[in-house]
Antibody, heavy 118, light 108 residues
């Protein structure tokens, strides 16, 4: 059974750094892209970017380029989303997703709630 | 970037009603369009892929159609468990994939 299990909720202050994770299991982690989707409180879905763990090829939505870093450690089947300096506007639920093909996201993580507040 | 205009933003219908949601792309995206359902507090779920293909295990009352710039998502007979927000998503060219703004479906 394919599963994406994300790290737990985080509460951070503006300016702090953060790295959240998404562990894939039940499939060949290096053979599928894995991406991230943001959902701000009460708002819609926004696609952030995606990585191919097999060769670390990474693509970012123009809206998120330079704002976050996506990485993966194939030795532990885990993808990461990180910020170097959080802002209050980064407060959101973040989902990792695994596309079957293209951007057909057939598997989703349970979500990680990130709260940034002074 | 390709913009997706989804409408309506919300709707209220009775159990058994036919519900239709539309999504319009700012340029031709062929059939590179998916539909997702998100229930409160849950991760989204894929319902329709490539504009008109029903995901395995999804009830047949859900359907999708369209190609190019105009797409339609239909619930043929609304059920109480269909209360959710529905999103279209285009994936014509990486990295500029985008979601529609969402349609919140409620029971009248």
């Amino acid at each position: 059974e394919v599963q994406l299990v994300q790290s737990g909720a985080e509460v951070k202050k503006p300016g702090e750094s953060l790295k959240i994770s998404c562990k894939g299991s039940g499939y060949s982690f290096t053979s599928y892209w894995i991406g991230w989707v943001r959902q701000m409180p009460g708002k819609g879905l926004e696609w952030m970017g995606i990585i191919y763990p097999g060769d670390s090829d990474t693509r970012y939505s123009p809206s998120f380029q330079g704002q976050v870093t996506i990485s993966a450690d194939k030795s532990i089947s885990t993808a990461y989303l990180q910020w170097s300096s959080l802002k209050a506007s980064d407060t959101a639920m973040y989902y990792c997703v695994r596309p079957r093909v293209g951007a057909t996201f057939d598997y989703w993580g349970q979500g990680t709630l990130v709260t940034v507040s002074s | 970037d390709i913009q997706m205009t989804q409408s309506p933003s919300s709707l209220s219908a009775s159990v058994g009603d036919r519900v239709t949601i539309t999504c319009q792309a700012s340029q031709d995206i062929s059939n590179y369009l998916n539909w997702y359902q998100q229930k409160p507090g849950k991760a989204p779920k894929l319902l329709i892929y490539d504009a008109s293909n029903l995901e395995t295990g999804v009830p047949s009352r859900f359907s999708g159609s369209g190609s190019g710039t105009d797409f339609t998502f239909t619930i043929s007979s609304l059920q109480p468990e269909d209360i959710a927000t529905y999103y279209c998503q285009q994936y014509d060219n990486l990295p500029s994939w985008t979601f529609g703004q969402g349609t919140k479906v409620e029971i009248k």
